[in-house]
Each structure stands twice: as structure tokens, then as C-alpha cells.
């Protein structure tokens, strides 16, 4: 996908506070899910966000107020679905399920994305703080240029200084991330550091400058630990 459609397509996301991450062709497997109509989807696109970027746009959404839960899933899903449908797409959601779809792989498919220790993939450009929220899927194939350039960072980060950075010692190379020891450390005080944003992710020396503000990471902490 490419030219004018391309662009009005970035536009009318960014405006959203999204951003298309990649995509890719798949126009003689199975590898996508089944459309409305039943037709077989034949290319994704995979879209995003980051911290600065949705953050502004949910916080003033009608969903950031009205005291029910899952705000920024709801505003995901009133707003690219809207998108999606205007623009010749179908719209899935990672928070759909279960099951759920393997918007992991399919971001690897896309490529610029590498595994983490974190358990997150990180990006070539915006670190651990991209976030997926749907994938836009086409009856047709949309000729995308696949992505061949360097994947995400962390397949050549020799210093690792996410794991060396979690006070509550849940990463580790051989184990990976340990969630109830996160959450347990996280647990014990509202007033750890961590709570305006995980100290793992803010030491990715990858995409800074894409990282959740205070109040957008506690919206996250208190989200993840079910407050």
C-alpha cells in the first residue's frame, strides 16, 4: 500500500493518536483470519501506538470518563473500527478473545521487531513502547513492500540494561520476565518509582523519546495489577 491512499490512511490514524507499524501479504495461506463475509484476509496492516501518541487523544475521549471499565480498549475499538470500515478494512483487536489472535507473530512478520527479555517486542524505532491495537485486514492483496531492513534492537544489545534495571528482580535472560514478581514489588507501595513507569522499559537505550508519560503509566500499572 502506497501513494495518496497510503497517506490518508497515516493521516486519519495519526489524528487518532495511532500509527501503522508494518504489514504484509499473505495471498496463498491460511495465515489470516476469515473476514465478515467469509473470504479469507489476504494482507495486514498492523497498527499501533506509543505513549505520546494515543495518550492525549484517550484522555479526552468520552470512554476516559464515563467510569466504565476498559477505557483505552473502547476508545481502540469505537475508533478504528470507524477507521477500518471508511477505508475498505476489517478491524481485529488483540484484546478479543479468547482465543486470541497472535498479533506477536504477525508483528514479526512485519518485521523491525525483536524479542525482549521484558517479554514485550521491541521495535527498531520505538523501543518497547510500541503498542498493537488491531491489525486492518483486506480482502485483497495490497502489494506490501515487506520490510528486509534490521530487525528490533535487542537482538544486538550486548548490555541488556532492562534486566539490571527492575528493582524487583523479575528479568532474568534464563527465565525471562517473572509477572507475580512484578506485581508483588509493585504491590507494596504506590510510591515506588515504578509506578510512573517501569524502570526496565525507561532503561531501553531504543525509541526514549516514545515513552508513556507519568499519569499514562499509571493508568497502565493500575490496569495490570487489577486495580
Known sequence: MSGPAAAALTKR?????????G??????EASLPSLSGGARARSLLLIGSTGPSVWPKLSSSPEASDGTADPLDRY??????????????????????PPYHPFQQWARRCGGFSQSPMGVLAHRDYGPW????????????????????????CET???KPCITAC?????????????????????????????????????CPCGREHHQGPDNARFHMESFIGL
Not at 475508533?79 to 478479543?96: K, W
Open 23 to 28: 504489514g504484509f501479504d499473505a495471498p496463498d
Open 157 to 159: 544489545c550486548a548490555d
Open 76 to 97: 481502540t475499538r469505537r475508533v478504528l473500527t470507524e477507521i477500518a470500515a471508511s477505508e475498505g478494512f476489517e478491524a481485529a483487536f488483540p484484546f478479543d478473545g
Open 13 to 21: 490514524l495519526a489524528a487518532a493518536g495511532f500509527l501503522c507499524l
Open 167 to 203: 528493582p524487583a528482580g523479575a528479568l532474568t535472560l534464563e527465565t525471562g520476565y517473572d509477572v507475580p514478581r512484578c506485581r508483588d514489588h509493585l504491590a507494596t507501595s504506590r510510591s515506588l518509582d515504578c509506578w510512573s513507569g517501569c524502570l526496565a522499559r525507561r532503561a
Open 130 to 153: 510500541a503498542g498493537f491495537r488491531a491489525a486492518f485486514l483486506s480482502k485483497t492483496p495490497l502489494a506490501i513492500q515487506q520490510d528486509t531492513r534490521s530487525a528490533g534492537p
